[in-house]
């Protein structure tokens, strides 16, 4: 059995970079061979086939992993998968009224829009230096898509509208993965990534659902539609469950928008493009891009400010001015740093004439157990008792004046408060 894939914070920036451009180079190659396959395939039967078969990977290589799970991954993974499935099913439908280098340039608006909403929902500071890794991305972007020409189409805004919005929800489900990868054992992404894709294939399935479904007819296509729920949906969002944990959200859209240069990359190699200037104009700035939103080791995230937070930072506050303001406790048995003074059977001035110090019965306690009691009553409270006897005050009196006391009155047994 696999272990589970728990995702745990740590700083390893590197890492989670490594792993975020393992998924935009694994999403950039679905789209040269999506490119080819929709020819033959329906988008939305290839959507829906490509997510759902994904998801039952997945629940296949680990059969138990929905057991036993909590309420808190299912809702988290259930609305992870509907934001993504509603904005993959959006852009696909807006995608017959867009040319296909504006849908990518505004999907690729993302990058922009996912540290507007940091700012906004949950006051994430951006870094300056990030900033700027947003714009080159955004420069980049228009070099891939519009600086390589835009067909003879009209374009529809609001088809323009709708792909905005389905990179608006692409920027969400970044926040809120990144919020949820860094709560460590309790997230469980291996778990998370199979409702998510369930979800999606179930979202894609109902739009596909209006003409009905098509299979791939040949086995070329079928390894195809393996490649692109394997390795770039099945994969890429393990990848990306475990690589945000490292990264922050912003940086993370960063790194992941940098998908155009694998699509030409791939285009070159594979397809035998020629290379033009959008290509090197854009490679270069997706380049500096990713090297400045790739965190240094060092770096922390940057914080959130919530309610919970403020409250912590104030209670850390008040027990580091609570800590300085302790007064250390003085023993009060050595207010000169003498030694404490054991007191022996013959405490008492006159040990000739005290009748404690002979009286063994069984009766009563003998000397020795009150004296090893009133000496711990004295070492507490720090009495000490007048008279001959420097071992009790009970009473304020010393054991002498309270055997005087108990034989002027003839009583057989001492009061309750000496006994044992």
């Not at 909590?70 to 993959?88: A, D, H, K, Y």
């Not at 007048?386 to 005087?404: F, K």
């Not at 002027?408 to 044992?420: A, D, E, G």
Request: proline share 7%.
């Amino acid at each position: 059995m696999l272990p589970v894939m728990a995702v745990v914070p740590a700083p390893r920036p590197l890492m989670g970079a490594v792993l975020l451009l393992f998924v935009s180079a694994a999403w950039g190659s679905a789209f040269p061979l999506m490119k080819d396959l929709i020819l033959r395939l329906p988008v939305d039967d290839l959507l829906a086939e490509r997510y759902t078969l994904a998801a039952v990977t997945l629940f296949l290589i680990r059969p138990r992993c929905l057991r036993g799970l909590p309420r808190s991954t299912w809702i988290n993974g259930v609305l992870l998968g509907v934001m993504f499935g509603i904005g993959q099913s959006a852009q696909a439908v807006a995608l017959d009224s867009l040319p296909s280098a504006v849908s990518g340039f505004a999907v690729g608006c993302s990058v922009v829009i996912t540290p507007i909403l940091a700012l906004v929902l949950y006051r994430i500071r951006v870094p300056p230096r990030v900033w700027v890794g947003v714009v080159l991305a955004l420069a980049g972007m228009t070099a891939f898509t519009l600086m390589r020409g835009v067909e003879d189409e009209e374009i529809s805004l609001l088809a323009l509208g709708v792909t905005l919005s389905a990179a608006a929800l692409y920027s969400g489900h970044t926040l809120m993965l990144a919020r949820l990868s860094r709560q460590g054992m309790r997230f469980d992404a291996y778990a998370l990534t199979v409702i998510q894709l369930l979800t999606i294939g179930v979202l894609t399935g109902v739009v596909a659902a209006r003409d009905g479904f098509m299979l791939p007819a040949v086995l070329p296509d079928w390894a195809v539609l393996a490649h692109l729920a394997v390795v770039s949906c099945a994969l890429g969002f393990l990848a990306r469950s475990y690589g945000q944990a490292h990264v922050p959200a912003v940086p993370s859209a960063v790194l992941m928008s940098t998908q155009p240069v694998w699509v030409a990359a791939i285009a070159v190699i594979w397809f035998h493009e020629q290379v033009g200037w959008s290509m090197v104009v854009g490679g270069g700035l997706m380049g500096a891009a990713m090297l400045l939103a790739v965190p240094s080791g060092g770096a922390s995230p940057p914080r959130e400010t919530s309610p919970n937070r403020d409250l912590l930072a104030i209670s850390r506050r008040a027990a580091g001015v609570l800590a300085d303001l302790r007064v250390k406790r003085v023993d009060p048995l050595k207010p000169d740093g003498k030694a404490t003074p054991f007191i022996a059977k013959t405490a008492c001035e006159n040990a000739d004439g005290c009748p404690w110090n002979g009286h063994k019965g069984d009766r009563e306690p003998s000397l020795e157990r009150l004296i090893e009691r009133a000496t711990r009553i004295v070492r507490a409270k720090n009495l000490p008792g007048p008279g001959c006897c420097q071992s009790v005050t009970l009473l304020g009196r010393c054991l002498c004046a309270l055997m005087e006391e108990s034989g002027r009155t003839k009583r057989s047994t001492l009061p309750r408060w000496f006994r044992s």
